[in-house]
């Protein structure tokens, strides 16, 4: 169930730090510089029980708002969070929040969508959200190793 001092609690630490995330859940906290998207997944497979959680995250986009409602989490602030991802969070009854909203998020050299949130483009369903996002990481890294 959403809290505001929750949110707030991970709005503080996010923004007294050098993070791109964090999560808290009453008095845990996670928090990660890492980009993209790949903390959340990293989140999801090593099984954190996050149910009721609330994130502060540097972007959020489709790709991430599913992972968060793969997560159960109860808030998300985005410090930029697309169209796509507010309303897949405000759909899955998750409250949230954000400094600026856009159309699409942007891949990391600016000429187009970001491939996290292309490749999830065609999906509602969070569980089919991650294998399409654990496959293009995948794919992704082959691509870099060549």
Known sequence: MYTKELLEKARRIYSSGNHNLVICK???????DQRGIAPLVALIDENRDLSGAAAADKIVGRAAALLY????VSAV?????????????????????????CDMIINRSGDGMCPMEETVSSTSSPKE????????????????AK
């Open 129 to 144: 959200a991650l294998a399409l996002i654990k496959a293009k990481i995948k794919k992704l890294k082959e691509e870099q």
């Open 69 to 72: 409602v793969l997560m159960g």
């Open 77 to 101: 602030y985005g410090e930029n969070m697309s169209r796509g991802g507010a309303e897949v969070l405000q759909t899955n009854g998750i409250h949230c929040s954000y400094t600026n909203i």
């Open 26 to 32: 009453g008095e845990d906290v996670f928090s990660s």
